[in-house]
């Protein structure tokens, strides 16, 4: 009877409980599995995978836009999102991955959002203006590459193309930059550029924002008018200006301590005013003149304005081709910035282009200071001493009263960069000083003046102006009697002071 009794209260006659008991796992499995794929259709619903990464797609762009990080580009994979492009800070890449990972909603598989934002693709680079891309021929036949592109791409498409037209003859490096001109294909107009120069047996292109401007010289006159169409393929919204030319007009060759004039002049009286320059600025230098007269540009009066420069060059050539006007050589840095600024003085037709090697000028004055020290405090000590070795035998003049320096003090200023140069880490005081002559409000003012004119040279020829700082004392602080001649020229000066980034 009891066996009975069990029987009747099984669940089936001939099934144990132990095979009921594992049944039961296998019953879960199932109903989970019904409904993770009820959950899932619910989930896509007519939309397939592919849809759904469109949709994440087109809502990350729009969130991109919308928060004004246009410099982001959103590939989705997915319903993962990967961003590139060049940001302006960090806090600007990390906004970007916000507003992607927020394009739908809070994010998440079973919304439908963004579940994960790579920005490994996304670089920080500052902004510049002007926004500047330069490509120059060497002598080599080679390309030197300088400047900047907006994104990897770009930049790799640059570099590509240059190998491409010039083999292993690619130098220089370019870096990434924000900034960039809209509307401007830059790829496109910088690779046009490399394709123009490789026509011409020396030449340059510069991109600057929206204008395209290539000189330099071709073989022929055929090949001139070719390279000069090729370069009207820039593309939309790029300005070109185009200054080929073929063979050379004129040249000035300063080789071996001796200058030579070839090609052809407007006039004798052209002719005339090039000597004469030649000769003020060159003196006991032999000058050959192998020129004549015939059909050419009326461009003596900027090449005599060039002349006295052009003298402190240790070597050098002056070429004239149409209306470019192109300087090569090796020259002092005082040398190639008056250079500069004589040529930016002059309005014509003309435009100069410059490929000068800077000559270090021998700082005799420092032998013996280790400006190579590595020490923090040794290598302040050393570059303060530097300056004071240098100020103590020469001296920065000016014109009366005024802040613009005497360019006879070039020698001495290219041996202030070339100091100055080798303590960019640390901060420089440039402090002007003045005699007693005078109502001490204006000499403050004049002192600062001719300190910020030093200043404002030291960074027009490589040093950081974040390092630098000029302060004007007058006649405080006075160096010598100023009740003499001496004394007071002794007291008109300029110092240096030199102490820790950190501390400033």
């Avoid at 879960?28 to 007519?46: E, N, R, S, Y």
Wanted: hydrophobic fraction near 40%; proline fraction near 4%; charge should be positive.
């Amino acid at each position: 009877m009891e066996d009975a009794r069990r029987i009747e209260r099984g669940s089936s006659p001939g099934l144990s409980m132990n095979t009921q008991e594992a049944a039961k796992p296998l019953l879960w499995v199932g109903i989970i599995g019904l409904l993770a794929t009820v959950v899932f259709t619910i989930w896509m619903g007519p939309s397939s995978a592919s849809a759904l990464q469109k949709r994440v797609q087109v809502a990350a762009d729009a969130s991109l836009v919308s928060a004004q990080f246009t410099w982001a580009k959103a590939i989705a994979d997915g319903q993962a999102v990967r961003l590139e492009g060049v940001a302006p800070s960090d806090t600007a890449k990390s906004g970007a991955r916000a507003a992607a990972f927020g394009a739908i909603g809070a994010g998440g598989p079973f919304s439908g959002g963004v579940t994960a934002v790579s920005a490994a693709g996304v670089d920080v680079a500052g902004p510049v203006s002007p926004y500047v891309w330069t490509a120059r021929r060497d002598a080599n036949g080679g390309i030197i590459l300088g400047g900047v592109a907006p994104n990897r791409q770009t930049l790799g498409e640059i570099r590509q193309a240059a190998h491409r037209l010039y083999g292993g003859k690619v130098s220089g490096a370019m870096a990434l930059a924000t900034g960039a001109p809209n509307g401007v294909d830059w790829q496109k107009a910088a690779i046009t550029g490399l394709e123009a120069l490789q026509h011409l047996d020396r030449g340059s292109a510069e991109l600057r924002d929206g204008r395209l401007l290539v000189t330099g010289q071709a073989p022929s006159d055929a090949v001139a008018t070719e390279a000069s169409a090729r370069v009207s393929a820039a593309g939309d919204n790029v300005r070109i200006i185009s200054e080929i030319a073929g063979p050379s007009e004129w040249t000035a060759t300063l080789d071996n301590g001796k200058l030579v004039f070839a090609g052809k002049v407007a006039s004798r009286d052209a002719q005339d005013l090039l000597r004469k320059s030649a000769g003020a600025a060159f003196g006991a230098t032999p000058v050959e003149d192998n020129t004549v007269v015939g059909a050419t540009g009326s461009w003596e009066k900027r090449i005599a304005a060039a002349m006295p420069n052009f003298s402190k060059f240790q070597s050098g050539k002056i070429t004239i081709q149409g209306t470019a006007i192109t300087i090569t050589g090796k020259a002092p840095g005082s040398a190639l910035s008056y250079l500069k600024q004589d040529m930016d003085r002059i309005r014509d037709n003309f435009t100069v282009s410059y490929d000068v090697a800077e000559v270090a000028p021998a700082v005799t004055e420092i032998a013996g200071v280790d400006l190579q020290a590595s020490g923090g405090e040794q290598k302040r000590a050393a570059c303060e001493e530097a300056f004071q070795k240098i100020m103590a035998d020469n001296d920065i003049l000016f014109d009366s009263k005024l802040a613009e320096i005497d360019r006879r003090s070039g020698a001495v200023l290219d041996k202030l960069v070339t100091v100055a140069r080798s303590c960019a880490a640390l901060r420089i005081e440039i402090q002007g000083y003045t005699d007693a002559t005078g109502p001490r409000s204006k000499n403050i003012e004049l002192s600062r003046n001719r300190a910020e004119a030093v200043r404002d040279y030291l960074v027009q020829n490589g040093v950081a102006a974040s390092k630098l700082t000029a302060k004007g004392f007058g006649p405080d602080h006075p160096a010598a009697s100023n009740r003499t001649k001496k004394g007071r020229a002794q007291n008109r000066r300029i110092e240096f002071k030199v102490s820790m980034a950190e501390n400033n």
